[in-house]
């Protein structure tokens, strides 16, 4: 058990629809980190908030947005839906701001996301 | 072309053998490399993780990269059933993780 909470665990919605995903980082990690995950494209990173705030930015769609909130943990809104993004959102987290090299990136289980 | 190619498998070796698993790469900035695994249904955790070239060794396995070749490998000895998973390679031209780019894995079976 890595410490970081996902939910929910499985997503199935329509087209148009949006979708919140939420996650818990564990406990003392001040980085929260959002990855899609698709057979064709791997992992990719999306978003990076630390302590609150957003630190980088990734392949993440303008229909995608995220948040950290004062209890660290993270949301990611996902709107007007499509077909292709179907896919395994992974939340991760970090002790570090992610700009020096120490840490450890540590994910939770994902949420499958599937849009008909 | 993507920045880094991993071939997806699936490679399926019997128990005890020796493993290889490898990531071709273009960016010539990368210098942090790092191996994660991915059971099924689960998230992927940090294996090994190295810095620029040589080779780095943690039990029974065994990362090596090759900055000249832009390659990078993991070797597993004494393969077990319960290293069953897909296998990840990333790699980052800095320490910043929001800038990890991960490969699409190689699915491994260990067959008793």
């Known amino acids: 058990d890595s410490g970081v ?9 329509a087209t148009g629809q949006r979708v919140t995903l939420r996650c818990s980082p564990r406990s003392g990690d001040l980085s929260v980190y959002w990855y899609q995950q698709s057979l064709d494209q791997g992992l990719q990173f999306l978003i990076q908030y630390y302590n609150g705030e957003e630190r980088a930015k990734g392949n993440i769609l303008e229909r ?5 909130f004062p209890d660290l ?8 839906l499509e077909l292709g993004d179907s896919a395994l959102y992974f939340c991760a987290s970090s002790v570090s701001s992610g700009r020096e090299d120490t840490g450890e990136l540590f994910f939770g289980e994902g949420s499958r996301l599937t849009v008909l | ?23 071709t790469y273009s960016n010539s900035a990368f210098q942090y490399f790092m191996w994660y695994r ?7 955790e940090l294996l090994m993780y190295t810095y620029s070239s040589g ?5 029974r396995f065994t990362a090596q990269v090759d900055k000249s070749s832009k390659y990078i490998s993991l070797f597993i000895r ?13 790699m980052s031209d800095y320490g910043g993780y929001q800038k990890v780019t991960f490969g699409t894995g190689t699915k491994l079976q260990v067959i008793p």
Request: aromatic fraction near 4%; charge should be negative; hydrophobic fraction near 25%.
């Open chain 1, 5 to 13: 909470t996902q939910t929910p665990k499985h997503l199935i919605t």
């Open chain 1, 64 to 68: 995608f947005s995220a948040q950290q």
């Open chain 1, 73 to 80: 943990h993270s949301e990611l809104n996902l709107s007007s």
């Open chain 2, 1 to 23: 072309q993507k920045e880094v190619e991993q071939d997806p498998g699936p490679l399926s070796v019997p128990e005890g053998a020796i493993v290889s698993l490898n990531c």
């Open chain 2, 38 to 44: 991915q059971y099924s249904r689960k998230g992927p």
């Open chain 2, 55 to 59: 080779n780095k060794e943690d039990g």
């Open chain 2, 78 to 90: 004494d393969s077990q059933p319960s290293d069953s998973a897909t296998y990840l390679c990333a």
